[in-house]
């Protein structure tokens, strides 16, 4: 009785600590802290992240302005060998003209058990490189000493930054489970940021406090005596904690896991009393007017630009009308111009400059395709958006962070035309489906809102063949297939990358004995707006086998289950919307019957006929018909849809791999 | 006379023209373009050995790039370090008319961090420069100058760098004091080279001109045997203050251990630890294994590499406080924690990774990596230093089957990694499963791996969390829909190492079901999935890697079926490996059997096309069905 009591109140102890903070006080580390082999979030982790605790604060600094003094303190339990990996960190710096993010001190220690006693290794400043990366951005590296499995390391560093502008946003979530990630910031109230947040995860603490304060900034950069000036106001500190934070996890079809993490992130919005009032983040029309006059962006779009005028004539020819015209532009930008960068909404060179050494960023290239549009007389304003590979960007907000790509919008006749010249194969009118990740934004007056959903991307393919007894007792076949769009643009790349000889030889490959085929054609290969189609015929030998087993749908099922996983964590989120059919008519063999027709099936995906599946199978006389068509009506799927589209998906790769069996007639 | 003049202005401008286009794609002869996506249109180098403490690199190179896929080569980088140093760089582009574009400007080269991704820090950095053009086909044209404050590492002349990529006319100038030898080592250079002697110097100088294009290759030899290389390597030479001599690998033995000498001297704890480890142990066996265990416990890999410390071990103290180290700062600590046992290692060269043979009969620096040989009265035994799960005694794919240089004070000399070949590098797997009425196969799984072929899986399941080996297990078997219920490995920790890996899987439609049909792939897991072209073989083959699979499989099938056809018993056996399988069906049970050989070897290319048929009769096999037919 005594024992059970102790265990309920040692139980009720454990609770109690766990809804409190951690001891964070730098080297309180015990002996059973380190004993600790496996902690209940995650019985299979390699390390565990005992806390992970962060604040930004704003200070007065010695230029005349405010810096940021950015702390981190952060432990780790290194459990085996495969967390050897949290022993390295290594902290990023930025440096642009006199400004710069420098680190105050790095405290770093290890923490083994050695005996029953806890020994502390310390990582000696010999220990920490910093490495230049390029011009601006260089980090500064350490790996922590005399680390074994089982051992505790942490770290506690200070970076003063003159980025004001730039608050670091806090990740509550990583690769690591974290028992504890923990925020602050302290903010004066004549800065304003606006908090954005995201992920699935409920904070543990949201807290938020004012309290007077007094800001000194001195000016040393003068060589006249330096005077203080102080500012008293009210600061605002707020704080914020998530507990017991489990891993993120990669899985497929997923845009990017960065849209799925627990997060604060901040941008500045405005200054206020007792600083002249200024407004940062305006509205979007304000952010677009100030992007249009802005020098990296589209100040130069507003110029005469008349030196463009050699080029536009070259490019435009004798075309007659708007839509000839940008055709013609969109074509003479993509096929001169080198994309060096696919990450970028601002100019690092001026267009003439892209012009004249013929390669640029995404961002120079569809801006000097802007640019060219525009002296033609055709209205094209830039659009901003963020790619999949990114996370999405903010509707309401004028974030320009959230952003990493430029196309171009143009008005032709009424209609507006999304184009993108920096991939070498794309069609007019149509973007790479990366561009396809919800919101963006047009920079003109109005500030148009665009959004781009890959709900909206259907990639139809269709594939029919025919297969027919000819004269000579032989069984020849046709297939035709139009690829989907964007099959179609690899497809393209592959046969410029490979050539058209080695495409064959690999076709050959996917058919089994006794299928000869004919070198393909292909049309439309060089028609970037339209899919592409593929032509060939083949001949197949019979063996002279009494019975025949056929597979209906040649080379074109499916054969594994795109969905792998037995489980999901995040939603699907497939780059386009699926929609395939395919059909077969074929002859019985001559001299051979049917014995065995696959069975028929139509089924929908869900109630809501998010997609629906058709294996049809009909026969007529001496004429065998097949038709298999799958559709999926949007490309976003939650974690607890995934059963059932795993669940369809079998189904179609079971239906796709009946056989027809014929038989030798007696 | 003013028609006159503008004939001769014309003829000017066309002289000009003329005098500005050595590089017209126009001028490329014909079979210079088949199966090519670059040109190289010249290349000069010159080496020149000022003395063992000074060599200048200077090349000069133009290559048309015919279309995107020759982009890559188009690039130029550089690296640099405290070894070596970049003078100068120039640079130039040309239209497919070979009009000058536009010349390099310094300021366009991008200057970046090489640090590489397995060190924690070096002193790389590299110089980068695109000129991103894209109407083919155009000219790039570069010129650098390299100055090496050393002479360990000479250059070696490599016209034709790359598959699809044709040589017009290349030419290597080595400029050596007469009195010091170059020596080299010759691949595919037919006839001699030009020498002279000017100002007490000897210029030595290879050429060629029009070397095809070579297309990629399935199972190609290395590539020094496809075309032209010429090594090159110092007699004396000297480094950051250390002297060596390359002439022969027992004297570049003797130079690495001047550099790793007295660098074993072990904290008094540490030396106690040994002693308190080994007592009571008998046997060198024993000890070695229980000390490697200790390193494995203790150590972890990271890589600082200064300078000379790309080549010269921290002390075996530095480990010891640190507990981290490269591999040659653990192959010392680790050869140092053996010394303090009384048992006698050796830390020894190696070139790690696939397909990495040195060329034994030149002596350079052909290595990347450090293990340690500890030779016992029968056998030498291997550890490989930099990781924390290998058994003692087996240094896995990534060493194994190549030639080594042991460093010791007197010289060592090329010796032989362990071998791991057909016989030893085995997958035996035994299926038992049972289809139901639906074609839903459960099944058991049981698999042996043992030597290079457990290595894969020995990485995964030691570098990954157990829910991270099942998401893995979940995604790499070639099976329509299945799930992985349970599974466990047992790993046998041994000079010969062994996994024992048991799943159990769902999958569902194994057999596909057609009305009364039930079909049914009996090879579950082991399909090859290699298919070669029948095509004009050029070159030899190579395959550095055998291995043996064996695969039984039962499946038990729902009652009431009868066969109607079963798949033939297939033998195939040839000089590169054997094949066989075999079906039957014994009461409700499909039986199969499969053993594949694989050899390694080369082989000449005129068996290629057996080759050929060999994969493509796997290949079929692999595949065959078995058809059952409900009764009545």
């Known amino acids: 009785m005594k024992k059970l009591l102790t265990i309920a109140l040692l139980y009720c102890a454990n609770t109690l600590n766990a809804q409190e903070a951690p001891n964070s006080k730098f080297g309180k580390i015990s002996p059973e802290d380190l004993q600790k082999k496996v902690y209940a979030i995650d019985s299979s982790a390699d390390a565990v992240v005992l806390f992970d605790i962060g604040s930004s604060e704003i200070v007065g600094n010695s230029k005349g302005w405010f810096s940021f003094e950015y702390t981190r303190h952060k432990r780790i339990h290194i459990l085996n060998k495969n967390g050897y990996a949290y022993a390295d960190a290594e902290i990023p710096l930025y440096n642009e003209g006199n400004d710069q993010e420098k680190i105050q001190n790095i405290k770093a220690v290890t923490y083994n058990l050695e005996n029953g006693k806890v020994t502390e290794t310390k990582l000696d400043k010999s220990g920490i490189f ?3 990366i390029d011009k601006k951005h260089s980090r500064s590296k350490f790996t922590f000493p005399n680390v074994k ?37 302290a903010i004066p109230q004549f800065f304003n940021y606006i908090t954005l947040s995201q992920g699935y995860r409920p904070f543990f603490i949201k807290d938020h406090k004012e309290k007077p304060a007094i800001f000194n900034v001195k000016d040393e950069r003068t060589t006249e005596q330096s005077e203080t000036t102080s500012i008293s106001c009210t600061e605002y500190d707020t704080r914020w904690v998530m507990k017991d934070v489990p891993a993120l996890k990669e899985e497929n079809y997923t845009s990017t896991l960065e849209n799925h993490l627990s997060r604060v992130e901040f941008q500045l919005s405005a200054y206020t009393y007792p600083l002249v009032d200024k407004k940062i983040m305006g509205s979007w029309p304000d952010a677009t007017k100030e992007l249009m006059e802005s020098d990296d962006f589209g100040n130069e779009l507003t110029n005469n630009n008349a030196w463009l005028s050699d080029a536009i004539k070259e490019a435009v020819g004798s075309a007659a009308t708007d839509m000839e015209k940008a055709r013609k532009i969109y074509g003479y930008v993509r096929d001169n111009f080198s994309c060096t960068n696919y990450m970028a909404i601002r100019t690092q060179q001026t267009l003439k400059n892209v012009f004249k050494t013929r390669k640029g960023s995404v961002a120079e290239v569809n801006l000097l395709l802007t640019a060219m549009l525009k002296r033609s007389n055709i209205i094209a304003d830039p659009v901003l958006l963020s790619t999949r590979s990114h996370p999405f960007a903010y509707e309401v907000y004028p974030i320009m962070a959230r952003f990493n790509y430029v196309v171009c919008q143009a008005n032709i006749d009424g209609k507006n035309y999304y184009l993108d010249a920096s991939h070498d194969r794309l069609g007019f009118g149509k973007l790479p489906y990366e561009c396809y990740n919800g919101s963006a934004r047009v920079v003109n007056e109005a500030a148009t809102s665009l959004y781009f959903i890959s709900d909206s991307l259907k990639e139809q393919t269709n594939t029919s063949v025919i297969i027919a007894n000819d004269d000579k007792g032989k069984w020849i076949g046709s297939l035709n297939n139009t690829f989907g769009y964007y099959a179609s643009c690899s497809l393209r790349d592959e046969l410029k990358e490979k050539g058209e000889d080695s495409y064959y030889k690999n076709l050959k490959k996917e058919y089994s004995e006794g299928f000869e085929l004919e070198k393909p054609t292909f049309d439309s290969l060089s028609r970037y707006e339209d899919p592409v189609t593929m032509h060939y015929s083949f001949d197949i030998s019979k063996a002279h086998d009494d019975i025949i087993y056929f597979s209906p749908m040649m080379t074109e099922g499916y054969k594994q289950n795109p969905f792998k996983s037995a489980e999901r964590f995040y939603p699907v989120e497939m780059p386009y919307v699926p929609d395939q059919t395919y059909t077969l008519t074929m002859e019985v063999p001559d001299g051979y019957e049917v014995d065995e027709l696959p069975k028929s099936v139509r089924v929908k995906l869900n109630e809501d ?41 079998n189904l179609v790769v079971s239906k796709h791999n009946e056989q027809i069996v014929f038989k030798k007639k007696k | 006379m003013r028609y006159l003049l503008t004939a001769v202005t014309l003829a000017f401008v066309n002289f000009c023209y003329a005098s500005e286009t050595p590089y017209a794609a126009s001028a490329i002869p014909a079979a210079l373009l088949k199966d090519a996506n670059v040109v190289k249109r010249l290349e000069e180098v010159r080496f020149e050995i000022i003395s063992t403490g000074e060599t200048i690199l200077h090349r000069k190179y133009a290559l048309t790039v015919l279309n995107e896929n020759g982009n890559d080569n188009a690039s130029f980088s550089e690296y640099y370090d405290k070894l070596k140093q970049i003078k100068s760089i120039d640079g130039a582009l040309y239209d497919g008319n070979g009009k000058l574009i536009k010349r390099l400007k310094s300021k366009e080269i991008q200057d970046r961090s090489g640090v590489d991704n397995n060190d924690l820090m070096d002193d790389h950095r590299v110089k980068m420069h695109n000129f991103y053009y894209k109407e083919y086909p155009y000219t790039v044209e570069y010129e650098v100058e390299i100055q090496y404050n050393n002479s360990l590492f000479f250059p070696h002349w490599l016209p034709q760098e790359d598959e699809n990529f044709s040589v017009e006319k290349s030419s290597f100038t080595l400029v050596a004091p007469a009195n010091y030898v170059v020596r080299n080592k010759v691949f595919n250079y037919n006839g001699q080279p030009l020498v002279s002697t000017e100002k007490n110097k000897t210029v030595t100088t290879w050429q060629v001109s029009n070397l ?66 080994t007592a009571g142990l008998t046997t060198d066996q024993e000890k070695i294994k229980v000390l490697y265990q200790y390193l494995q416990q203790h150590t972890r890999y990271v890589g600082v590499q200064l300078g000379i410390g790309g080549w010269q071990p921290f002390d075996a103290n530095y480990v ?10 653990l192959t010392n600590y680790m050869y140092s924690l053996l010394k303090a046992a009384g048992i006698q290692s050796y830390y020894t060269l190696v070139n790690a990774g696939s397909r990495n043979r040195i060329i034994d009969d030149f002596p350079s620096q052909q290595f990347n990596h450090v293990i340690l040989s500890v030779p016992l009265q029968k056998d030498t035994m291997w550890l490989e230093c930099t990781n924390q799960t290998l058994p003692a005694g087996y240094v896995s794919d990534f060493t194994a089957n190549r030639k080594a240089l042991v460093i010791c004070e007197q010289g060592g000399t090329l010796v032989q990694t362990p071998r791991y070949g057909v016989k030893e590098n085995l997958q035996l797997r035994s299926v038992k499963g049972t289809v139901d009425e639906q074609g839903n196969l459960t099944a058991v799984v049981d698999t042996r791996y043992t030597a290079i072929r457990q290595d894969y899986l020995h990485d995964l399941i030691s570098s990954l969390s157990k829910d991270k080996v099942k998401e893995k297990l979940q995604e790499e078997l070639e099976l329509a829909t299945y799930n992985v219920n349970n599974f466990t490995y047992n790993e046998k920790k041994d000079v010969k190492p062994e996994i024992k890996e048991d799943l159990n899987i769902a999958v569902n439609n194994y057999a596909s079901i057609t009305g009364k049909r039930l079909f049914i792939t009996p090879n579950l897991l082991n399909r090859s999935s290699s298919k070669l072209n029948d095509e004009e073989r050029l070159y030899d083959f190579e395959f550095d890697y055998g291995y043996t699979d064996r695969d039984s499989v039962e499946i038990e099938i729902p009652a ?17 490996g054997a094949y066989r399988c075999a079906t039957h069906l014994s009461g409700n049970k499909v039986v199969y059997y499969r053993e594949r050989e694989q050899y390694e070897g080369k082989f000449p290319a005129k068996d290629y096309a057996q080759l050929v048929s060999f994969y493509a009769a796997i290949y079929k096999a692999d595949r065959n069905r078995v058809v059952l037919v409900k009764k009545g």
């Open chain 2, 560 to 576: 009431g079926y009868e066969p109607e056809a079963l798949p033939q018993d297939v033998v195939v056996s040839s000089e590169f």
């Open chain 1, 609 to 649: 006929n998010d997609g629906m599946f058709e294996y049809l199978v009909a026969r007529s006389g001496n004429i065998i018909s097949l038709r298999s068509k799958l559709k999926l009506n949007r490309a976003i799927f939650q974690p607890d849809e995934y059963n059932y589209l795993r669940e369809f998906f």
């Open chain 2, 320 to 329: 010891a406080q640190n507990g981290y180290g490269d591999c040659k700062a």
């Open chain 1, 149 to 185: 499995e089982g051992s505790i390391v942490e770290y506690e560093y200070k970076v003063l930054s003159d980025f004001y502008f730039n608050l670091e946003p806090w990740d509550f979530q990583g690769s690591a489970p974290r028992l504890w990630s923990e925020y602050k910031t």
């Open chain 2, 212 to 277: 095809t294009a070579i297309k990629s290759t399935y199972a190609a030899p290395a590539w020094q045997e496809l075309t032209t290389v010429i090594f090159f390597g110092p007699t004396e030479f000297e480094i950051q203050g250390y002297k060596g001599n390359m002439s022969n690998w027992q004297e570049f033995s003797k130079f690495v251990y001047s550099l790793k000498k007295d660098r074993d001297a072990l904290p008094e704890a540490v030396k106690q630890k040994v002693q308190e480890l």
């Open chain 1, 130 to 132: 910093n490495e230049q």
